[in-house]
């Protein structure tokens, strides 16, 4: 008992195996496609980092361009009127100061000082909100940037500034003019002839609303960015010495994550350095751009942000969906064992059965020790079931003046044709034992017997029955079946039984349909006994064996003993099958009169015929 349940134990075992391989394998193959996923976008990012941060700085320089080009309209409207008149003044710089966003203020300061390198503002026109207001100098203005202005003949950018009225980082665009007008190639500092320097146009803007207008029009949802007021070279230096350089010169912070600009270094987000690379994207340069402002080198730390997001889901549901499927198909596989260990329990049970049916069936069928007490007839028998049992049915009862031999072929095969085979064996011994001798009532009793089984059943089965009593070389037979063969010395005689009887088990009376045939069989004479399993085996080329061939094989052996026309017949029936699959079950049944042979005592000689066993 210990050991059956340990075979249970390891079958089951191995039974479930290609379920853990299935979970084993699939999640491998899961986390692996998600790290490949990951790879992926990761080599995607780098890809395409230095395209987009391309792009970025180029935007943000030509927005800086395109809004210091508002100074320079001023600029060129002052140099091109001989007096300026306060109301074309503020008309004009209403006009333009919408098509500058981030421009906060535009101004005209006149030069009153001797020395041309300092300017004093002693007349200013300032524009906000269209208002006209007169100051003298303001302390935002850059002597320097002036001073280069009026030097160079070019506009020039101060040093930003935090404004803390707007709480904001600003600067201002200084343009000279001139009594007249000087154009770029020009150099107003040399000669006697320079001209007069006048003034300055200058304006004030706004550097966080350009930036943000020129984020509204990009997509650095991946991309975070430093801006700082210094070289790429000095900027490059401070990052990698980590000086406070950087610090001092930084202006804001762009978080793509919040999508917000922070001005607070404290509050930003700290340049993380890896073995002296602050670029992920190495080298250095694929973070650094310089934006050139009016003549000044701002400069760009451009870094990665990995959108984790989008980049958790992107893994994650390839993670998921992967080990999904893998637990569904191991599911599945476990379902399909269960199922399986579950059929091949129930085929297991099923086979015990249907080989206590087959050995029931063969106990059933006559022995050869049964066969010999024939002493008048040889007799031989073969019968191969299609299935494990069969619905072919032979007995042969030997009595003490009379042999009945009986021959049937139940429809379909298989365990319930097989059991019914054994009711009509039950049947016909019962009657014989209970002796009844009228073949009418005999084949009446089993068809109703077999007809309310069937019933009770519920199937559908019937089956063809023949029932030969043989006594003192007479022959009578009763009941529907396959054609009777007779091999006499003059040829053969084929008896056909169609009008002999009924189907027993179709109907509940079959009694009119009964008739009786009786035959004489001489010594040396052959009667053949078949099922259609041998007329109609088919072979490869679907052709059935047929009854005339039979009727051949059965003459050219009818000299020989009874298990000799047998085994020619069989063989030839194999032959003909080939490697065919069998349909139908087999059943032959020879049986030959034996010669006369006197003795000393006067009795018969009976020569012993063996009977083969079955398959």
Same mark, same amino acid.
């Given at each position: ?14 039974? *479930? ?38 792009? %970025? ?138 001209? $007069?320097? %006048? ?5 004030? *803007? ?169 002493? $008048? ?10 299935? $494990? ?43 014989? $034992? ?182």
């Amino acid at each position: 008992m210990l050991k059956q349940l340990q075979f249970f134990r390891d079958t089951l075992m191995r039974s *479930y195996i290609s379920v853990w391989l299935t979970l084993v394998l699939g999640s491998l193959i899961s986390g692996s496609v998600a790290i490949f996923v990951a790879t992926q976008e990761m080599r995607s990012l780098q890809q395409q980092f230095p395209r987009r941060v391309n792009h %970025l700085a180029l935007a943000l320089q030509q927005r800086i361009e395109g809004s210091l080009q508002g100074t320079l309209t001023l600029g060129r409207f002052v140099q091109s009127k001989s007096q300026i008149d306060e109301a074309q003044l503020n008309q004009f710089t209403d006009s333009i100061f919408p098509q500058y966003p981030g421009l906060l203020e535009l101004g005209w300061a006149v030069n009153s000082s001797e020395d041309e390198f300092r300017v004093r503002a002693t007349k200013q026109y300032r524009l906000q909100a269209s208002s006209r207001v007169s100051l003298e100098r303001p302390e935002t203005f850059d002597d320097w940037a002036i001073a280069n202005a009026a030097q160079s003949g070019r506009s020039q950018v101060s040093r930003t500034r935090f404004d803390p009225q707007a709480q904001e980082h600003v600067f201002n665009v200084y343009h000279p003019i001139y009594d007249q007008v000087v154009s770029e190639n020009d150099d107003p500092a040399l000669g006697d002839d320079n001209p $007069e320097f %006048l003034g300055i146009v200058y304006g004030i *803007y706004h550097l966080k609303e350009m930036v943000r207008l020129t984020l509204g029009t990009l997509d650095i949802r991946n991309l975070d960015f430093y801006l700082f007021e210094m070289t790429v070279d000095v900027l490059d230096s401070s990052l990698l010495k980590e000086t406070s350089m950087a610090q001092e010169n930084f202006l804001f912070f762009y978080n793509a994550e919040t999508r917000t600009l922070e001005s607070d270094w404290q509050q930003i987000p700290a340049i993380y350095m890896a073995e002296g690379y602050y670029c992920p994207v190495q080298p250095n340069h694929n973070c650094i751009r310089s934006l050139n402002v009016g003549g000044r080198e701002w400069s760009m730390l451009i870094l990665p942000r990995l959108d984790r997001g989008q980049f958790s889901w992107r893994v994650g549901s390839t993670l998921v969906i992967g080990l999904l499927v893998t637990g569904l198909l191991a599911s599945y596989l476990r379902s399909l064992l269960q199922e399986n260990n579950r059929t091949e329990a129930l085929n297991e049970h099923l086979s015990a059965e249907l080989n206590i049916s087959r050995r029931l069936q063969q106990m059933l069928l006559p022995t050869a020790h049964e066969l010999q007490k024939a002493s $008048e007839l040889e007799i031989a028998t073969y019968m191969e079931p299609a299935d $494990e049992v069969g619905g072919d049915y032979y007995d042969i009862l030997i009595g003490e003046k009379s042999i009945k031999i009986g021959i049937g072929d139940v429809t379909g095969h298989g365990l319930e044709s097989g059991v019914l085979a054994i009711m009509v064996q039950t049947a016909v011994r019962t009657l014989e $034992e209970y002796q009844e001798t009228d073949p009418r009532k005999f084949l009446d009793v089993i068809n109703r017997t077999i007809y309310q089984n069937v019933q009770r059943m519920q199937s559908d089965k019937n089956l063809s029955l023949c029932l030969i009593d043989y006594h003192d070389g007479l022959l009578k037979l009763s009941g529907q079946h396959e054609e009777v063969i007779i091999a006499r010395e003059e040829g053969i005689e084929r008896v056909d039984t169609i009008d002999l009887g009924f189907p027993i088990g179709l109907d509940t009376n079959i009694l009119d349909f009964i008739n009786g045939h009786h035959l004489s069989l001489n010594p040396g004479d052959v009667v053949v006994l078949y099922t259609d399993g041998i007329t109609e085996a088919e072979n490869q080329h679907k052709q059935l064996y047929g009854i005339e061939r039979l009727c051949q094989v059965i003459s050219q052996h009818r000299q020989c003993t009874a298990e000799a026309i047998l085994q020619g017949v069989i063989d030839d029936v194999r032959r003909h099958i080939g490697r065919h699959k069998v349909y139908d079950d087999i059943t032959l049944l020879v049986i030959k009169r034996r010669p006369y042979v006197s003795s000393s005592m006067g009795e018969f000689i009976v020569a012993k015929s063996a009977v083969p066993s079955l398959p």
